[in-house]
DNA sequence: ACAGCGAGTTCACAAAAGAAACCTACGTAA
DNA sequence: TTACGTAGGTTTCTTTTGTGAACTCGCTGT
């Protein structure tokens, strides 16, 4: 798969995407920051097929989003916990709970609900810029090309600006 | 797929995956973003068949992500756009690109980067409690249980935090 | 000695993705 | 007129990936 701007100029987006961009890695993360950490505990609440569940959880631990540890001895056993990278994947679930909830199921009906443990409310993330704390949404953010980005990508951006007939979305 | 709680009760996440959780769509709606809006924009920039990509733009019209838009007549050319609900996908693309920034690609070799319009810098978003502003994590908040929750959501939690030997890491 | 648990592995089959060629309808240029 | 280019797909065939169900292995408790 060319994940990639053509080819090269690794996009974090795609990259991320090469790590859990299949259908069940992000519901096994998911499951993991409800605190369930075993083999017949992801594939009982997931319904996974027993093969892809193995072949899932060592691409995780691969790329050390979760990591293997041997809870018992004789017979030896093991538990998948969330690494420090793999808990801070937390903001792109909560990003997508939002969003699910706000578009996909009716207003009331929630099944999971977020409570702040600091303010002790029931609460919605919200985005806010690190400099001026003020929301950002699409409309008053632009991404351009960083310092590692090389011609390619430069060029990418300015094709694909040039190319549109109006303004890009974002 | 199984993709929720046993069976039955929607999780937020789940749906969402439903709708765009495979590899592809993803980075279809980030070329949205930049303002990709034709089927070959769509096909050369990100390298995927053309079948894959029709199947893909197909379900994201119906999914009410894009919407499919006649630019011309003789002969019918159209366009695919984000619709409100699939531009208020950005906080996950973007919380997804900083993981991706932090974790996957070497420091100050960011190919991409986001400038807010608002107050002029270069920017990370970060996610705040709705009600208090302070920064949220995975560890000072909970997800519990929500007003549509059945019998079955509940139980699942409660079975889960009983099972773990420890606390669990959200 | 036999059942059960936890963490897998194996295998036959089904579904999805990929690559490349083909189709349609029009406009242009030789 | 034939040919070429452009845009937005469809078709066909091959390869990859996922599924479901059964099986394994090392131990424990009865």
Not at 133 to 151: F, V
Request: net charge positive; with cysteine; proline share 6%.
């Amino acid at each position: 798969m060319t994940i990639n701007f053509q080819l090269e100029a690794p996009c974090p987006i795609a990259l991320l995407l090469e790590l859990v961009g299949d259908r069940w890695s992000p519901l096994i993360i998911r499951d993991a920051f409800y605190g369930v950490r075993r083999f017949d505990g992801f594939q009982q609440h997931l319904g996974i097929s027993r093969k892809v569940l193995t072949m899932r959880l060592n691409a995780l631990v691969q790329a050390e989003i979760l990591k293997r540890e041997r809870y018992q001895v004789k017979p030896d056993r093991y538990e998948y916990r969330l690494t420090i990278k793999g808990r801070e994947l937390f903001p792109v679930l909560l990003t997508m709970m939002r969003w699910g909830n706000r578009w996909l199921v009716p207003a009331g009906q929630e099944t999971v609900q977020l409570l702040h443990i600091g303010c002790g409310e029931k609460i919605e993330p919200k985005l806010v810029c690190s400099h001026c704390d003020e929301p950002i949404s699409a409309a008053d953010t632009r991404t351009m090309p960083g310092p590692g980005a090389g011609l390619e990508v430069v060029q990418a951006f300015r094709q694909i600006v040039r190319k549109s007939e109006h303004k890009p979305d974002m």
